[in-house]
């Protein structure tokens, strides 16, 4: 297919701008070169792509960058991305910026996608205004501007194109549209337009308001065709967040059980949860990106009306964007909670009654031949996972080069938690929690060492963490006072090396911790 691109120099009045044809196929590094031409420019500098909109879909500007010239900071190799893969649907854009001192900076939408023209050469320019700027001007525009009418400068522009042009050969069926969905900044085809369903399905349950009749507690599964099982519950009964909380298999349905409990706190969940959230708020708490997704589905954003949000929810992980299969289950989520709540609040069903024992009620869908059906049934609830006995995850040479040191008259505290401080690393990926592990004379509380890093908090990176202490610290404490939770983890590690353990709180730590949280850029 054939991408027509408007490209704009940004901050020239008049505008100087090039409207060209590409091929779809075409890398970004070709792209590249193609508006060296079409602009007049010398290649002297380094360059590179911003992705500002995918799919319809507003993005946190994805680098498509230049790593044959050392460039190495991008989210992707130019070389490798083709047109095709990030200019979807009519308005997507992006930001092509040339030479980093003068920051020439150049506006790219895509207004439509068209089918080849027999014989025709391809990249080509249709219309050139104004004539582009000179290298390393700073913004002085050329005196032959004056002297080229339109029609003789978009001629130029396509001889300086034709190094570049060739016939592009219609496909077959390439001509046929495909519906598409933006999953972590790159789009792939989907056989069908699960976003759609997932928005109509979330105004469908907002309008029911079920909340105004079910309570938290009152859960129900869903199973989806493949076999995952989707414990959900109903929130907004205390008014203060609507929505549905959709916990997925049995990690889910643990960490749903210990919140209930008490035994998660609530701040701390956010850590631990793998969970599908819809919600309902106010406009001003959408971000970008949910506005945009919003419009592209004509779904009014003014007005007081609560708007549908999604996020997903998964251990050590920012809350983020549904990838594609997670909107899938949120859709189909929603879909039952709406049968589910009607037949509660009409009395043709009682929660209370089907959980009795170790059952659920659920709603099972089927594929039949002529479609996906859906019936009543019951689940056994996820039983609770036996903890396994912590092992020495250390290998023998570490932990001997640990052993050999000196030990301290030292009673230290010990602790490693998630902090609220998300870091991104790169533009297109999730953010992530990390963790911090802090170690504290427990007398005095001097901060003895500390260290920032990305993991997941399981045995091995508290043994990995306490040896880290050891090694900074120079010497191995006599005693060490960890949490609760900790204690067996750290067990085997503390015995190999001869350290006294007690559990307990850690408030030297937490104290850190939680200024680390206020005031960590």
Known sequence: MIYQLKVQLKHTRPPIWRRLLVPGEMTFAELHRVLQAAFGWMDQHLHTFYMTKVGGTARLGIEIGNEAAGWDGADYDEREERIGQWFVEEGDRAQYVYDFGDMWEHDIVLEK????????????????????????????????????????????????????????????????????????????????????????????????????????????????????????????????????????????????????????????????????????????????????????????????QLLPMFRSFAPGYYPWFLSEQEAAWAAMALEQAVVVAERLRDGELSLALSARGNRLFARIAERREDGLHWRDGWVSRPKAKKKETPVLEIGTDELEKVKALDRAPLFAEFSIAYVNKPIQERRWERPYFPLLALAADAASGVILHHQVFRGQLEAKTLQQSFLEFARALGRVPSHVRVTKEHGPLLAPLLRELGVNMSTGPTPRSDEVRELFEQFAI
Request: net charge negative.
């Open 113 to 304: 996608i068209v089918d080849p023209v027999p014989d025709a050469l391809y990249p080509c320019c249709i219309k050139a205004v104004r004539v582009g700027l000179k290298e390393d001007s700073w913004g002085e525009v050329q005196a032959i501007e004056e002297e080229m009418s339109t029609a003789e400068l978009t001629a130029n522009v396509n001889v300086a194109l034709a190094p570049f042009q060739r016939k592009v050969v219609k496909e077959e069926g390439e001509a046929k549209k495909t519906k598409r969905a933006a999953s972590k900044g790159r789009v792939e085809e989907v056989e069908q337009d699960v976003w759609k369903t997932l928005f109509d399905q979330a105004l469908a349950y907002r309008d029911l308001a079920p909340w105004t009749w079910m309570d938290d507690d009152q859960i129900f599964a869903v199973v989806t065709p493949d076999g995952e099982s989707l414990y959900c519950t109903v929130i907004g009964a205390l008014g203060q967040e609507y929505g549905l909380v959709i916990y997925i298999g049995e990690e889910g349905y643990a960490c749903l059980q210990d919140i209930l409990s008490g035994t998660l706190h609530p701040k701390d969940a956010v850590f631990k949860e793998r969970a599908l959230l819809v919600s309902f708020a106010p406009r001003n708490d959408l971000e970008r990106d949910d506005k945009a997704m919003l419009r592209k589905y004509h779904i009014p954003v003014s007005g007081k």
